[in-house]
């Protein structure tokens, strides 16, 4: 049972235009959501996060939304560049688990020049 | 410099021969965790650890062992690998009242 779901394996982008990459989630019990971001050989590193208080996050180019009617958060990058080409995954924390988190398939990101 | 630190990187061993892959923190944190990265499925947590002496299953704990004598180390412990244990494996620290966690950076184990 997949609680976090990234439903698009892969998103190409021009560079200099708005890179969207969406993630759903399941459990009501989730009140924290960050987005990481992995380049090849390398461990996931922390991106951005956002809190269930909150619907928008935002740090420099990158924009987290979360819309909880709908359990669904977005992270926007503006403007995308080359260099953000890597996967970014979704996460989610909440409930009894504390300090575990959830994570969505991933989707792999390509900006071209 | 602020690191989790995995040993090895790269590591390919025979169905059924013991194995050990170490994790260390140097950020004091108190909670530490294994996740195995496979194909469609993310990153997925094998075990945690609360504190020294403090473990617990995670959602993929079968076949899988951790320990937990020192702070700063969480290694795991593949007893008799498996074909199906095939992965990329992280650790991960986190600081007490934090969400956001520190990846190591990765172990790829294949078990032929």
């Known amino acids: 049972d997949q609680q976090v779901k990234q439903n698009s394996p892969s998103l190409s982008v021009q560079e200099g235009r708005i890179s969207i990459l969406n993630c759903d989630y399941t459990?009501?019990?989730?009140?924290?959501f960050l987005w990481y971001k992995k380049y090849p050989a390398e461990g996931p590193t922390f991106l951005i996060s956002?809190?269930?208080?909150?619907d928008k996050n935002e740090d420099g180019r990158f924009t987290v939304f979360l819309n909880k009617s709908a359990k669904h958060l977005s992270l926007h990058i503006v403007p995308s560049q080359p260099g953000d080409s890597a996967v970014y995954f979704c996460?989610?924390?909440?409930?009894?688990?504390?300090?575990?988190?959830?994570f969505g398939q991933g989707t792999i990101l390509t900006v071209h020049p | 410099e602020a690191q989790v630190t995995q040993n090895p990187r790269y590591l390919i061993t025979v169905t059924g021969k013991k194995l050990t892959v170490t994790c260390s923190q140097n950020?004091?944190?108190?909670?530490m965790s294994w996740y195995r990265q496979d194909p469609g499925l993310g990153l997925r947590q094998i075990y945690y650890?609360?504190?020294?002496?403090?473990?617990d299953k995670g959602d993929v704990p079968e076949g899988y062992k951790v320990s937990r004598k020192e702070k700063r180390n969480f290694p795991l412990i593949l007893e008799s690998p498996s074909p199906n244990q095939t992965s990329l494996y992280f650790c991960?620290?986190?600081?007490?009242?934090?969400?956001?966690?520190?990846f190591g950076q990765g172990t790829r184990l294949t078990v032929v």
């Open positions: 956002i809190s269930s208080i909150k």
């Open positions: 650890s609360m504190n020294v002496e403090v473990t």
């Open positions: 991960a620290s986190t600081q007490t009242g934090n969400t956001e966690a520190f």
């Open positions: 459990n009501s019990m989730f009140d924290y």
């Open positions: 996460a989610a924390a909440g409930g009894t688990s504390y300090g575990k988190l959830t």
């Open positions: 950020m004091n944190h108190e909670y």
